[in-house]
Every structure is written in C-alpha cells, then in structure tokens.
C-alpha cells in the first residue's frame, strides 16, 4: 500500500476545517476574557490589601494569615466546583452585605478601565462581564475570611467595602497622581514585607 493510499484511510477526528476553527477562535476569546478577570482581580486584591494596611492596621502576621486563609477558601472553591451564586448568597446573608448593590457601586468606566486592555475582539459588555466575575470571586472569598475568621463585625465589613470602592474610584480618576495598582503592592510589600496575592 502506497503512503498516499495509507494517508487517505486515516480516521478523521471529526470535525471540518471550519469547526476546528471556531474552537479556536472560541478558545482564544475565552482566553482574553480570563485574562480580562484576572487583571481585574488583581486590582481587587491589591486594594484589599492596601486598605487592610492604611485603614484597619493589618501588619505582617495578619496579612500573611489573611493572604494564606484567602488562597485556601479559593482553593476549597476551584476543587469543590463550589455554587458562586450560593456563595454570595451565603456572604450576603451573613455580613448584611448585597453584593448586587457593592458591584452597582463601581461605575461602568472604571469596570472597563479595571479589566486593562484586550484588542479590538472584546467588546465593553465582555469587560463588564469578565469584571463581574473577578469581583464576585473578590467579593466571596475576602468577606468571608474577613468575617468567619477575623472576625470582622457587618459594621468593619461596611466600611471595608467602602473603603474598597473610594480606592478603586482613585485608582480610575487620578491617574495624574500616578496613584497605581503596582503602586499599592509596593507600598504594602515595603511597610509589612508581605507579597500581594495573584491567585486566579
């Protein structure tokens, strides 16, 4: 049997030219979104940790215990496939929070500004989207620690959330005061020694 003949016998894979294509195209846009949540996210954690900082005192032990308890509840969720939309019931219920109200909080612009760039591809809905879903990820896990083991009462919560979000807003708005993301990390890195968390 010539190898042309032999090629020709192959088993197909099953898809055409065209589908393995629009898998491609899909997987490469499920990419960027996650990518577009990740930077999100981090801009989430690196305030948290900022504030936790500046506003209510945290110094080295208790943000590296705060660091270490955030990243085994995310864990706990990846492996346990873990309900989001439970969850955040679970957090609101419990902290007297609404994380619909929280998310409402944080202008349009500055979810867009929050998710970074991403090519021409992804559309405003998209970040809106990707940003959602580092912010219910942030909202969970980091209220959740905050209150079942710091012990955070609503009130602190409240004023934690806040504090959060007028961060965010300088984040966005005063780009002239070179106030940044990095600059938040390195400024908690410097004053307690402890790395800004990353996980997503």
């Known amino acids: 049997m010539?190898?042309?003949?032999?090629?020709?016998?192959?088993?197909?894979?099953?898809?055409?030219?065209?589908?393995?294509?629009?898998?491609?195209?899909?997987?490469?846009e499920r990419k960027r979104l996650n990518d577009l949540s990740r930077c999100a996210y981090e801009s989430l954690v690196a305030t948290s940790f900022y504030i936790l900082r500046i506003r209510f005192g945290f110094g080295k032990t208790r943000l590296q215990r705060f660091k270490?308890?955030?990243?085994?509840?995310?864990?706990?969720?990846?492996?346990?496939?873990i309900d989001m939309h439970k969850f955040i019931v679970q957090v609101d219920r419990d902290c007297k929070t609404d994380a619909n109200d929280s998310v409402n909080g944080v202008p349009v612009a500055h979810k867009l500004y929050l998710t970074g760039t991403g090519g021409?591809?992804?559309?405003?809905?998209?970040?809106?989207v990707a940003f959602k879903k580092a912010y219910a990820l942030w909202y969970t896990t980091h209220?959740?620690?905050?209150?079942?083991?710091?012990?955070?009462?609503?009130?602190?919560?409240?004023?934690?959330?806040?504090?959060?979000?007028?961060?965010?807003?300088?984040?966005?708005?005063?780009?002239?005061?070179?106030?940044?993301?990095?600059?938040?990390?390195?400024?908690?890195?410097?004053?307690?020694?402890?790395?800004?968390?990353?996980?997503?």
């Open 120 to 128: 021409k591809q992804i559309t405003n809905m998209q970040r809106i």
């Open 68 to 81: 270490t308890d955030v990243a085994v509840v995310y864990q706990e969720y990846r492996k346990d496939q």
């Open 143 to 200: 209220l959740y620690v905050l209150h079942t083991i710091f012990k955070f009462s609503n009130k602190q919560i409240s004023e934690y959330l806040e504090a959060v979000t007028d961060m965010l807003d300088t984040l966005c708005r005063y780009k002239q005061f070179s106030v940044t993301v990095p600059m938040l990390i390195e400024t908690v890195l410097e004053e307690t020694g402890v790395e800004v968390c990353r996980c997503m």
């Open 2 to 28: 010539s190898n042309a003949l032999a090629r020709k016998k192959r088993a197909s894979i099953g898809f055409t030219k065209k589908e393995t294509e629009e898998i491609r195209e899909f997987d490469a």
